[in-house]
Structure formats: structure tokens, C-alpha cells
């Protein structure tokens, strides 16, 4: 039986990131940014259109949304209402250095600043 390629969904980004290390989820954000900007843009939204499973984690439930609205405005489109129900209280800095905190309280895009998960444009574009 031969498989047809199917890039990922948010939805099943969000399924992968559950029971995982930190490490392992910035690798599966890589490989979902790399899929995503391969896909033709008419394609792209249905990849961000289904509503993750929550991740065991709100922090990157939070992110996911996040990313989701980024995306979809990168692309001149408007977010999928699931992500309006997801913000955290406190803010998140994924990349918790000095340098890094200060590159995404400047840097950060807006769908993530909203949010309060506080990452810079370069590292999702090398995450």
C-alpha cells in the first residue's frame, strides 16, 4: 500500500506536542513551519482550520493559537475563531535567557504578544 504525503495539521501538531520534552516539541513547531510554507497558500488554511486537542501543557496550547493567527496573517487571512478562547495570565518566555527575553519583548509578533507567550520572529523561523 503506497501512502499519500499529507502535510501537518495545527490539529495534529497539537496531538505530537502531548507526552513530550521541550526538545522534541520545538522539533515538531520546525517541522510543522517547514511543511506549512511548502504547501501552495490557497492549501495553507485548511492546515490551520481544525482546533488542537489540548496539548497537557496550556503553555503551548497558548502557542498553538498563536501560531495559528500569525500564520493565517502572514498569509492576508483571518485566524480560525478557536484562537480567541486561548491566552495564558502570566507571560511565557519559552527561550528563558536575558538576551532572549529582551530580543522577544522587542521581536515578538503580534498574535504571541497578545497572548502573553513572548518569542521572537527569528526563532520561529529557525525553530
Known amino acids: 500500500m503506497v501512502r499519500r ?18 526538545t522534541r516539541r520545538w522539533r515538531l513547531v520546525a517541522e510543522f513551519l517547514e511543511e506549512y510554507r511548502w504547501e501552495p497558500p490557497e492549501r495553507r488554511a485548511l492546515l490551520l482550520q481544525q482546533e ?8 503551548w496550547d497558548v502557542f498553538l493559537a498563536a501560531l495559528t493567527e500569525h500564520l493565517a ?10 484562537v480567541e478562547t486561548r491566552s495564558l495570565r502570566r507571560f511565557w518566555f519559552p527561550f528563558n535567557t536575558r538576551a532572549a527575553r529582551v530580543d522577544a519583548v522587542v ?5 504571541f504578544r497578545r497572548r502573553g507567550v513572548f518569542v521572537s520572529a527569528q526563532e520561529l523561523n529557525v525553530a
Open 5 to 22: 504525503y499529507e502535510p501537518l495539521t495545527v490539529a495534529r501538531l497539537g496531538a505530537l506536542l502531548a507526552d513530550v520534552d521541550e
Open 52 to 59: 488542537p486537542s489540548a496539548t497537557g501543557d496550556e503553555h
Open 73 to 82: 496573517a502572514k498569509d492576508g487571512r483571518g485566524a480560525p475563531s478557536w
Open 107 to 111: 521581536n515578538a509578533p503580534a498574535a
